[in-house]
DNA sequence: GCTGGGAGAGGCTTA
DNA sequence: TAAGCCTTTCCCAGC
């Protein structure tokens, strides 16, 4: 495609802030919150509407390179067409330099922001506070996602002793991060109530090692089996909870 | 564009492992590590020849939904064209239906991995160890990168009175879980070598909170500021290295 | 609207 | 395969 119509073609989508696609060989050097180049090779540009950017390859979800929020321009410069991508506080800059383009689209989209109906999550928060007793017998909700200084914790509860519980819910594979995370909530619900606190660990999985660290912190680990259903409109089931009876034993012995 | 031939084209695109790329009116629904639903809406589609498949809106340059490592299949389903990406283990699945199919481009590409020359944090670390001095006075590398059960510390030296030094580097504001891998490197290193250690942490910025952590811990805090290159193949440069002396007093006097 | 703070998810790398 | 961890992050609350 010859060089001239393209930045035509681009300049028009551009400003009907279409979603305009750029098929060629590129070479991309980007500076900013950190600094990248990338030789020549055949990819696919893709310009938004709201002026974002991004490089794809040929393969994965994430673009090479990308930028939000730019301000675009597009210039010939001899053989070449160079797009230039420009963002202030920070301070950043995407040039693309085109020496071939084979193709150009101009999509007519809105630059609407898509309404996603998604549960996981929340639902299963709002399960498990519906019935804490799932968790251990007795066990009372205080509060949810009470906001500390140190972050958020999920749930507080008490338990049937009259102790504080925090409760740190995680989706995936808990790591050493949940754990601390977990311990910090614990440790300043402690402070702040000037109460007994246990801290207990939700998940669906843990790292060996990051179970060593919660033991040692006397903290507790409960298995998390749950399922999601097809519609997000049905809320996700909790299948099952299986408490570690190692971690119980932990309980008042730690510091 | 008439459905039959649209699903036709993607099948094509999808054999030979081109980019592939759909503009039209479809809903989305994806069941896996989450649940959520997208109304009919225009949207681009867009399909990599490793099975990564991702829905874009005309904003931002994350899409709204997205899989990889995906197994592709395309039908007809009265007026509609369904395209279906499933995955195992875990189990995931997304569903694009297309009631009404504007564009089809398939782009032949390579499926290769760009090259992306970068300055990361790995540059500066080889940086710091060419001189050590600049943290402070007298400090000698003893090793890099070393692995340990918990982790892997970054450097690690020893400073002119015999105490090993544990340094943790980041290249963005440090938080929470900076300062927590940090003190469990640290911990593991005192307690392998059986020697007074320190940690020091150094970063271009570090939360408030994180801080305050820090010191309750008993570590340092260094300030690093450094200058990326426009060039990648240019090194990054560390323009200074800021102590704060606050940090100083608590080493010694901490637990 | 901007900023500070917390938490996350993809993707890479090594054992 | 699993664990660890880094990153051009994102979202939310507060001002």
Redesign the interface.
Known sequence: MDSGRATGLIRDGLSK???V?V?GECSV?Y?GR??????F????A?I???G???I??????R??????NTRLSIEESGENAVLVAKKLNPREQLTITFRKI??V?S???????????????RDLNDLLMDDLSMIEPGLKPVNQQEHF???IADIIAEDSAGNFVVIELK??QAD??SV??LH?YMRQVEKLKNRKTRGILLAPDIRS?AKK?LHELGLEFARLDFE??????QK?EIKGLERKQTTLGHFGTGK
Do not use: C, W
């Not at 090779?41 to 696919?44: A, D, N, S, Y």
């Not at 794809?56 to 979800?61: A, D, G, I, M, S």
């Not at 673009?63 to 939000?68: A, I, L, S």
């Not at 999509?107 to 999550?121: A, C, K, Q």
């Open positions: 802030r279409h979603l696609t098929f050097d500076l950190a600094t990248s180049n990338l030789p090779g055949k990819r696919l893709m938004k509407g709201d974002s950017v991004s794809h390859q040929n393969r994965l979800v673009p090479t390179n990308y930028m939000v084979m193709d689209k999509y007519p989209m809105e630059i609407t922001n898509d309404l996603r109906l998604s549960g996981s999550e200084s140190k972050g989706r995936r050493y991060a601390t995370q910090r090692n660290l999601l259903k097809p519609s997000s409109l996700a």
